[in-house]
T-cell receptor, first 114, second 112 residues
Framework: DTGVSQNPRHKITKRGQNVTFRCDPI?????LYWYRQTLGQGPEFLTY????????KSRLLSDRFSAERPKGSFSTLEIQRTEQGDSAMYLC????????????FGDGTRLSIL | DQQVKQNSPSLSVQEGRISILNCDYT??????FLWYKKYPAEGPTFLIS?????DKNEDGRFTVFLNKSAKHLSLHIVPSQPGDSAVYFC???????????FGKGTKLTVNP
């Protein structure tokens, strides 16, 4: 399978705990994106990497959220001190570095906060 | 403010007929537009895109039309098939940003 891979698929945790999600992009893609989707809404942009550089961050990405892509390959998204409002589907996408190329999405990690 | 709007939450069509999904945008800096299809418990799947230098792009049964003056795009599916039943998202990017801005989606049901 050469698509975008996200792990875990589901995460259930108690409020206040830290969680970390992983995304493995399509191998030849140097751009990687994180989005969050809640019920009845379209995906909302969180942040974007080109190789290992984090080039854009949404104001949705509060201080409790941090994303890394240390070697320009896989990426992690960590949420510290989770809150009820963090419950959502977290989607990762990747694209090539060429202009006007579509982003290809993984199947997401569904986070549920108890 | 919602920069990409899909005003129809749902659409139902008969198999074999045309499905037309609509999308409006407000940001004149957007120059690249995409449609994604999403099944439950899966991520969005890319369908078709169009650059602002074009007004039409076709790929098999799917055609996207762009009307820049009206800030409107539409996705036509002909003929519609039951397997097309899914939620369809319109997305846009531009203005020097790589992020996609999505609409809220339209749920398409194709009845056999």
């Amino acid at each position: 399978d050469t698509g975008v891979s996200q792990n875990p698929r589901h995460k259930i945790t108690k409020r206040g705990q830290n969680v970390t999600f992983r995304c493995d992009p399509i191998s030849e893609h140097n751009r990687l994106y994180w989005y969050r989707q809640t019920l009845g809404q379209g995906p909302e942009f969180l942040t974007y990497f080109q190789n290992e550089a984090q080039l854009e961050k949404s104001r949705l990405l509060s201080d409790r959220f941090s994303a890394e892509r240390p070697k320009g390959s896989f990426s992690t998204l960590e949420i510290q001190r989770t809150e009820q409002g963090d419950s959502a589907m977290y989607l990762c996408a990747s694209s090539s570095g060429d202009s006007n190329q579509p982003q290809h999405f993984g199947d997401g990690t569904r986070l549920s906060i108890l | 403010d919602q920069q990409v709007k899909q005003n129809s939450p749902s659409l139902s069509v008969q198999e074999g007929r045309i499905s037309i999904l609509n999308c409006d945008y407000t940001n004149s800096m957007f120059d690249y537009f995409l449609w994604y299809k999403k099944y439950p418990a899966e991520g969005p799947t890319f369908l078709i895109s169009i650059s602002s230098i074009k007004d039409k792009n076709e790929d098999g049964r799917f055609t996207v039309f762009l009307n820049k003056s009206a800030k409107h795009l539409s996705l036509h599916i002909v003929p519609s098939q039951p397997g097309d039943s899914a939620v369809y998202f319109c997305a846009a990017s531009g203005g020097g940003s790589e992020k996609l801005v999505f609409g809220k989606g339209t749920k398409l049901t194709v009845n056999p």
